[in-house]
């Protein structure tokens, strides 16, 4: 399948369109090398000039993070899968990946979003934003996430700005879905790939070991797909709800630490800066019990930013 075929799968009938006076976000922009041209002319959303726009800066946290953690915030941000996906489509359509770009952009389209993705949407969306980060990537370095909702919902604003960043997450995903969905990104050539699952596995009554056994499968397949690339398991976070006891994913992580080891990939221990002295979330990290609020993406952004720093230096 072509990539333009592809493009016109992702933007089925039922997408929203923007208004012509649309604006877009201005910065300095970098020349990226991606054959996005002839997709542009045949879904247009506004021509980007000189095929610069996918290595743009990412915004940095600063009033808009403090908007965003506001009970009422000034920036209008995506809040449902749907939102999202059709704000990214945007990005994609207009050349450029959405981790680069301004938290609020193509407001004016997601704001009028209705139409709910399939998950087929989804994963043709992913396929095509790893094309756009494989092509325009250079001599920049690349992260990726993988992951389900958590993962998902990573603000990319509060992604270092130094390096692109392609997130390959999938809201409800499980390790086993996860597994299956690694070629997607099989071309891409990161520096660092952080990957958080197991919580959905756990919701659906999967065994310890199937979760275990998967995620050092998707350990093993991205150190043969990557070997240039550090592989990242990040712990499982803990929950606030009944049907996931704080002792197993306790248990969990620590036999996780031990695959990493035994598997030469790297583990990022992230539970006990989320869990409270109950073994639970801690409840001012979270919206749901489940889901992770601004300060809860604040404490994993701080600590993904240690471990990204010590990757960058040769770590």
Same mark, same amino acid.
């Given at each position: 399948?072509?990539? @333009?075929? &592809?493009?016109? !799968? ?8 923007? #208004?012509?006076?649309? #604006?877009?976000?201005?910065?300095? *922009? ?15 959303l506004r021509a980007v000039s000189q095929?610069?726009?996918? &290595? ?7 009033? $808009? ?18 939102? *999202? ?7 994609? $359509? ?12 193509? =407001?004016?389209?997601? &704001? =009028? !979003? %209705? ?7 989804? $994963?043709? /969306? ?10 325009? +990537? ?35 995903? %499980?390790? =086993? ?10 071309? !891409? $050539? #990161?520096? !660092? ?8 596995? @756990?919701? +659906? ?9 998967? *995620? ?27 049907i996931v006891p704080g002792n197993r ?6 036999? *996780? ?10 583990? /990022? ?12 979330? =801690? ?6 019990? @489940? ?7 604040? %404490? ?16």
């Amino acid at each position: 399948m072509t990539d @333009l075929s &592809l493009l016109a !799968a992702v933007l089925a009938k039922g997408a929203p369109q923007p #208004p012509a006076t649309s #604006p877009m976000p201005t910065a300095p *922009l970098t020349a990226f090398d991606w054959e996005t041209a002839r997709l542009r002319h045949a879904h247009p959303l506004r021509a980007v000039s000189q095929d610069k726009a996918i &290595l743009q800066p990412n915004v940095q946290p600063d009033s $808009r993070q403090n908007a965003m953690e506001s009970s009422q915030p000034s920036v209008a941000l995506p809040y449902s899968g749907s939102q *999202l996906y059709w704000q990214r489509v945007a990005a994609l $359509r207009s050349g450029r990946l959405y981790t680069r770009l301004p938290i609020d952009s193509f =407001r004016k389209v997601w &704001l =009028r !979003a %209705t139409r709910n993705p399939t998950d087929a949407q989804w $994963r043709t /969306l992913l396929a095509l934003e790893a094309k756009a980060a494989t092509r325009g +990537q250079g001599n920049r370095r690349l992260s990726v996430m993988v992951g389900d909702s958590l993962s998902l919902w990573f603000p990319s604003d509060r992604l270092p700005a130094d390096q692109l960043w392609l997130n390959q997450s999938l809201s409800g995903e %499980t390790t =086993r879905a996860i597994l299956h969905r690694l070629p997607a990104f099989a071309g !891409a $050539r #990161p520096q !660092a790939i952080y990957v958080m699952a197991g919580v959905n596995d @756990l919701k +659906q009554g999967a065994t310890d070991n199937e979760i275990l056994w998967n *995620l050092r499968q998707i350990a093993r397949r991205l150190k043969q797909a990557h070997p240039h690339a550090r592989i990242v398991l990040q712990s499982i976070l803990p929950t606030r709800t009944a049907i996931v006891p704080g002792n197993r994913i306790g248990w969990l992580n620590q036999r *996780l630490a031990a695959i990493a080891q035994q598997d030469g990939v790297s583990f /990022l221990d992230l539970y006990a800066q989320f869990t409270d002295a109950d073994g639970n979330l =801690r409840h001012e990290l979270s919206t749901d019990g @489940l889901h992770l609020n601004a300060n809860g993406y604040a %404490t994993w952004q701080a600590e993904l930013a240690q471990a990204n720093t010590w990757i960058a230096r040769g770590g």
